[in-house]
């Protein structure tokens, strides 16, 4: 059964870059025609699509976000990792990572970690 654990700081400043880290352990970022993603949950809101990174090692990214957006991989540690920046305060949220056999349904997340920007 795959698992996801995702870590990172848990507080970023404003205009930094937050950064992290998904670690997937009983099955590889690499396995044919998974798709790998990140979502936040902002409070009170629901879940945001952030973008994935596909098997492939193709992404995509949500359009509201692309430009300040990267997704990349490390198969050596199979981990992949997010990176936003020029965060705000309304990048306030839970990030989970997640892994599905389509690039929007996703059956395995991690727990999720809270990131909060402030100074």
């Known amino acids: 059964q795959v698992q996801l654990q995702e870590s990172g700081p848990g507080l970023v400043k404003p205009s930094q870059t937050l950064s992290l880290t998904c670690t997937v352990s009983g099955g590889s970022i690499t396995d044919n025609s998974y798709y790998w993603s990140w979502i936040r949950q902002p409070p009170g809101k629901g879940l945001e699509w952030i973008g994935y990174i596909a098997y492939s090692d193709s992404t995509y990214y949500s359009p509201s976000l692309k430009s300040r957006t990267s997704i990349s991989r490390d198969t050596s540690k199979n981990q992949f990792t997010l990176q936003l920046s020029s965060v705000t305060p309304e990048d306030i949220a839970v990030y989970y990572c997640?892994?599905?056999?389509?690039?929007?349904?996703?059956?395995?997340w991690g727990q999720g970690t809270q990131v909060t920007v402030s100074s």
């Open positions: 997640a892994r599905g056999g389509s690039a929007y349904v996703w059956a395995d």
